[in-house]
């Protein structure tokens, strides 16, 4: 019979190290985009991205921006944002996913859900209720 250390090992086996979990890309969606006020999911070669981060930069907005054609998981956050969003056909029909806004961590949606916001006047009320306009 053993006794000491030997014998604790014989009927200790400690547990393997947990294998790091890799996030799904809508959990990664979902906490980039309530790490800050304003976060957009954007293409660098985008004209329509461009478009919205210069209206928010014009309203004194500096939006978090996650480009996705720079990101080693871009392709697989875009299809987590397509979802998101709601588009889900084929990629001819659908239309660009990106640019996609969160703004105060909820989705706003692509480019035309930011334009009829700013359009209508709701968009300075989500901004300032986000902590990301002081007006």
């Not at 998981?73 to 944002?81: Q, T």
């Not at 105060?104 to 334009?115: N, Q, W």
Request: some cysteine; hydrophobic content about 50%; aromatic content about 6%.
């Amino acid at each position: 019979m053993q006794y000491g250390a030997a014998a604790e090992q014989a009927w200790y086996m400690p547990a393997a190290a947990p294998a790091p979990m890799v996030e799904s890309a809508v959990a990664r969606v979902e906490r980039l985009a309530s790490e800050s006020a304003v976060v957009v999911f954007s293409v660098s070669s985008c004209c329509m991205c461009h478009a919205v981060k210069r209206l928010f930069c014009g309203m004194g907005v500096h939006p978090t921006v996650h480009e996705l054609d720079l990101d080693p998981r871009g392709r697989e956050l875009e299809r987590a944002l397509a979802r998101l969003v709601g588009y889900g056909g084929p990629a001819a029909a659908s239309p660009p996913v990106v640019p996609v806004v969160f703004i105060g961590g909820k989705l706003v949606g692509a480019m035309d859900r930011v334009m009829a916001a700013h359009i209508n006047g709701s968009l300075v009320p989500l901004l300032k209720e986000a902590g990301a306009l002081w007006l």
